[in-house]
């Protein structure tokens, strides 16, 4: 299995997968390619939460705004997976989900002079992710088309304060609802039934959407364990005026 | 076979999928994740349409404004079919479609404390059409995982008023071209030639897109056998200015 | 396998999938759903450049703005891959690409009351690259659903004109990162430095995007092969403001 994972939009994606079932009669799921435009973080937290849902594959990951540089390729083992993509730090909160307790190798795809210098997703990472899922690394170590990494960009997603009575901490991304997903750790909500955020007049901390009136506000733990800005029926990021990146502060009571 | 349908957007059905590719070997065929966000009917109206084109499946649909309440979740057996979802009515018009003149069997599936109240698509519904698919119904039952179902919500699609010279219906769903489909039924307008909507000038009756100018507008039957109201090479919706859910009044000459 | 590409959006194409494997247990591929609507030049483009990345297969085209008219359907022979769609030059662009040097060899789907009007994709096109993959042509040809096609509508995509020091060509398509796509060849580029776009202030010819600041325009070589009018984690489109079909005047140095 080979999950593909970009912020191409269509039909660029299609490409990739010419190129991979030319090497390959992998299933073939596509995990997102609607990911936001070079936002390498929003796709690391995405990469993190859905990744380990699947089974052992060769997860394909293509954010790259710094295609065709000297920027390297990367395969990272990741307990049963692998995962291929940009040296960005992309891929590295989803590897070290998927290791769960174990380590991660890294290896750098040997690249020789792609077909472009614009589309390494095609040219690079797509032939890169086909091998591996056919022959495993070993063979492609042999052949000079991988090496072990010499260093590689990290990339940690930020991490919130918790306190006495709130937490301090920002939005990650916002999902397609317009549900602001922060970073503050779903557990500060425990026994809380008001939240106040940045200062403001509390609203209602719920367990589910339906808690709250169509278009009222709520807090409530998202499916990734984290706290979420919400409205029902309606935007989060629209009513409370958050983007990703905004710090957000919460009381709870 | 399994097909999976939603108002998700992006990348909570890859979450889905993980889940359903650890239970089953399954086809994964996507029908929609862009249905309008948490319109049961609007869903309940696509699935109707599209649903019967396929070959025997487990058909998992989650359009689900309630999530995290007490309602419950459902496999819906309808003919060769099934159907698993949310107990708010998104999956009858297309279960009736589906059994043809057969009847339903409603079971309701057995929701034992699920990781999420916000993403059953992952936590219930995904690992039930999983099993469903693997085993068929009896070792769920069984195994206490589905049970009979007390009950349940229904939603039948609004039915227009044919009379004489035309009929009064509403606007049922806007597609992505901008058509605007009725649930006024197409043999309305056999033998017109022209229609006057809500009392406008008329404007073509006729059977292709191409009968008129580019950025004119008509009424034609749609493949779903109903009427919509489109602009050739343009928005229906904009330019009779109507929405899902408004009134529409035909008379057709 | 069979390849799928269209400008339905959502969900039509679902209902292409499910004629399609009530025919053939052939994989599925997505190419794109989300051509321009109707825009027969955008996607005769798009598929020139994806589909030979594929291995063999048929591929089923539905960018149809004259569906339900007397246009024919056409399933073109080309090398080893198959293209079906209507008779409006969207797939021979391709066609010649994936043929190489070989000829092609253009057949008229027979087609017979269809259901609708407004679908042929699924009611004629789906059925007709499911029996061919099934099949193959000859036993087609024998039940009279192909026959020889009698001439067909060509489309050839404008070339550029080179000259000393720069060209003239146009903008082909606009991609979803906002990249106006030319019909310059990219060697227009080779040795330059800076390219000045319709007399306008030179920026600069790169290989890469982060080449220039974000926000910053760049003129490069694209994946196809062409020049590209681009804005580094930007949208060149609206920079340049350019559309498709508009003139660019390219002077290098």
């Given at each position: 299995m080979i999950t593909l994972s970009s912020d191409f939009g269509s039909p660029y994606p299609a490409a990739m997968k010419g190129v991979l079932l030319s090497e390959t009669d992998a299933r073939l799921v596509d995990?997102?390619?609607?990911?936001?435009?070079?936002d390498v973080r929003a796709a690391a937290f995405w990469l993190r939460e859905v990744?380990?849902?699947?089974?052992?594959a060769v997860h394909l990951v293509v954010v790259d705004p710094?295609?065709?540089?000297?920027r390297a390729a990367l395969a990272v083992s990741a307990g049963d997976a692998w995962l291929v993509g940009p040296?960005?730090?992309?891929l590295l909160p989803a590897a070290r989900a998927l290791a769960d307790d174990g380590g991660l190798t890294l290896f750098e795809?040997?690249?020789?002079?792609?077909?472009s210098s614009t589309f390494h997703g095609r040219d690079v990472f797509a032939p890169a992710a086909g091998r591996l899922h056919e022959s495993g690394a070993d063979p492609l170590r042999e052949a000079g088309l991988l090496r072990p990494a010499d260093g590689h960009v990290d990339l940690e997603l930020p991490t919130a304060t918790v306190r006495d009575g709130g937490a301090d901490g920002e939005v990650l991304v916002v999902d397609d609802f317009g549900n602001a997903i922060t970073n503050v750790p779903g557990t500060v909500l425990d026994g809380a039934s008001e939240v106040s955020v940045d200062g403001a007049d509390p609203i209602p901390a719920a367990r589910t959407f339906a808690a709250v009136d169509s278009g009222d506000p709520l807090a409530t733990v998202g499916s990734h364990g984290n706290v979420e800005l919400d409205v029902n029926r309606g935007r989060g990021d629209e009513w409370f005026d958050l983007a990703p990146g905004d710090a957000v502060s919460l009381e709870v009571r």
């Open positions: 995990v997102s390619h609607e990911f936001p435009r070079q990744l380990p849902y699947f089974p052992p710094g295609v065709g540089t000297d040296d960005n730090g992309v795809v040997v690249v020789d002079d792609p077909d």
